[in-house]
């Protein structure tokens, strides 16, 4: 059985929010396109308190785009972003709502950063995603969202990891490419450990 996930497609990571990535409004009309084919779909949303240790305006003198460590993860700090409550944080309203089974909130620990949409960034705990998708005989997924060089990065290796047959749809997705080629990084190392790369048209 599969199942559709979409990884924090929330109005902060959409152009015009505060941790914009380029393009990723286009991926919203192919994730409507392709819900249809899913029985099961679960979004992700990104949901930090004020104080989280990802914000560099936590740290006196950083500035986004620096290293830290944070309680023993290297973390990069990010503007202040999917606050919770705030309008930031809401998944976006172009993308189609009705049919998402369930939400699963991530990064509310301020002491740790949480990429992906099983575990926080030092595995340490699970977000209830694995059993969900467990508890409704889950074992294929397929992954879009934002960001693809960040959050659904490690998502998808996480997925393998788990033992999921994993898609990642290339075109149902989009990276902040902090350095030019991240993305395109991130993609030859999930093909690397496992991962299928394909594009929405071949759903169906
Ligand atoms: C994300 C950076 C910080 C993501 C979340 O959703 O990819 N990236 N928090
Ligand atoms: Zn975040």
Redesign the pocket.
Known sequence: MKALLI??VQND?LPGGA?QVPEGDRIIPVINNIQKYFRLIVATR?WHPVNHG?FASNHAGKKPGEMIRLHGQSQIL?PD??VQGSPGAEISPLLNQALINNVIFK?SDPDI?S?SAFYDNGHLKETGLHAYLKRNGITTLYVTG??AD???YYTVKDAVLLGYETYLLTDATRG?NMQADDTQKAFEELRRIGAQLMTSDTLG
Request: hydrophobic content about 45%; proline content about 0%.
């Open positions: 990884v924090d990571f941790l990104d990802s990010w972003h999917c990064g950063d990429y934002l960001a960040y959050c659904v902040v």
